[in-house]
């Protein structure tokens, strides 16, 4: 793949070619973040995906030493002045979920419990989940700075990754185990998901059980990016803490 190192790829842009092995029509991409480049072909019959170490451009230079991030530009986020403090109404939903060690606010807008996203202490985003079971829909992103909701607890271990669709189970995960939980937020596996977790040495997949087909298929992706990656076949999700699981969660991680 040493033509990688000749696209004309600016930082952070994805291109989109017919795939120089299979020759699969507009199948390969290619993302540029700092000084590596993802590349995937998406036709299930080829087997060319993988990160490549390139030299950094003048500009990527330059944005380092001026202190921005060239891996994705966040854009202010203006917390909504109906974001309250008084987490009264959510009593309820703190409980069943053991959320009291979780910073939070309360949507009184819209009745939504709201997890905010934060980096190097600011808040760049949030995601809400609705109080009132008929509303829809259930999650809510207020912001566009985020694809996923990272939680790690304490005394993590920072090189373990467990991938899972939501909120509520990456704050589950991270909380029981020296792990990070990764949320998705949703089934989808994204570029910038990618980025990231080629970032760690060992990444479970653990979806919930009405998604198992989707764990493979992001483990064979995740399979050209990260050491090793192992996938969990739940019973339940695991924001509900079933004992059989979180076992077998714990075999992996021992494993």
């Not at 694809?147 to 991270?174: F, K, P, T």
């Amino acid at each position: 793949m040493k033509f990688l190192e000749e696209l004309d790829l600016e930082e952070g842009k994805t291109l989109t070619i017919d795939c120089p092995v299979c020759k699969g029509k507009k199948k390969f991409t290619a993302t540029r973040v700092d000084d590596i480049i993802l590349y995937n072909c998406f036709r299930n019959s080829c087997t060319v995906k993988g990160v490549r170490k390139v030299g950094r451009t003048i500009e990527s230079i330059r944005k380092k030493m001026n202190g921005h991030s060239v891996v994705k530009k966040v854009s202010e986020f203006e917390v909504p002045e109906y974001f309250s403090h008084d987490l009264t109404d959510c009593d309820e939903f703190i409980m069943k979920w053991d959320l009291f060690n979780i910073q939070l606010f309360h949507d009184v807008k819209n009745d939504r419990v709201v997890f905010p996203i934060t980096r190097k202490g600011k808040i760049i985003d949030a995601i809400g989940r609705s109080l009132n079971a008929d509303s829809f829909p259930k999650w809510y992103k207020y912001g566009n700075n985020m694809s996923y909701y990272a939680y790690r607890g304490d005394g993590v271990d920072r090189n373990v990754a467990v991938v899972v669709e939501d909120v509520l189970s990456a704050i589950a995960v991270g909380s029981h185990f020296p792990v990070i939980g990764f949320g998705l937020l949703g089934t989808a596996l994204q570029q910038e998901h990618l980025y990231i977790l080629s970032n760690f040495d060992r990444v479970v997949v653990a979806l919930d059980p009405d998604a198992s087909k989707k764990s493979l298929e992001h483990a064979k992706e995740l399979n050209g990016y990260v050491k090793e990656v192992r996938v969990l076949k739940l019973n339940d999700d695991l924001k509900y803490k079933n004992l059989e699981d979180f076992n077998k969660l714990q075999e992996v991680l021992d494993g």
